[in-house]
């Protein structure tokens, strides 16, 4: 008898829905002291420490929604109901921080996702453009500059359920169990893109 190959696990790019009407948009977190915590300290894929309860401007009104990315696209912010369906699935890929989002009475979470994982398939993807020395960025030499139609290797994630790419941190990724978890719950303001081939 033989055993049949398990199929790979599919993962999306987790994206925040801008064409929804009439939605809200949300500035740069800041701390207690009134200190900027943007994408610097929560787009490195690892685990980090922040003092006290975090406040998320709403730079534009409108409806309040389950998941939006604050600081220009880069950092989630959650409902208690999302809030609730990563604590299930992906308790260490992620750190949930309380934050009051402008005069909202309703919890809300700004989440860290402290896992990182080197998965990017460069061939898979449509394009992908690396830093090179004649781009007077020697820093960056080798790393990636661009990413375009990303796609994964999924035999490369191991038990991540929630991670951003190694090389390509801005990328939020999450496993078909957390999508349909997600949309289960009806949380608004989510968009998926699949990021593996089939």
Known sequence: ???????PKRYFDLCDDIHIPGRWALGTPVDQQGQESGSWLFVRGEPVQ??????????????????????????PVVSEKVAAVLTRLAPTDVQLFPAKVGSHPEPYFLVNVARLVKCIDDKASREVRYWKPEDGRPEKVGKYRAVYGLRIDPAKVGDANVFRTWGWAITL?????????LEGISATGVKFEGVTSR
């Open 1 to 7: 008898m033989t055993r049949e190959t398990p199929m």
């Open 50 to 75: 922040v003092e006290g309860p975090l406040r998320v401007p709403v730079t534009q009104r409108g409806k309040p929604l389950d998941f939006s990315l604050a600081d220009a696209g880069a950092i």
């Open 173 to 181: 990724v999450v496993s078909e169990e957390v999508k349909e978890a």
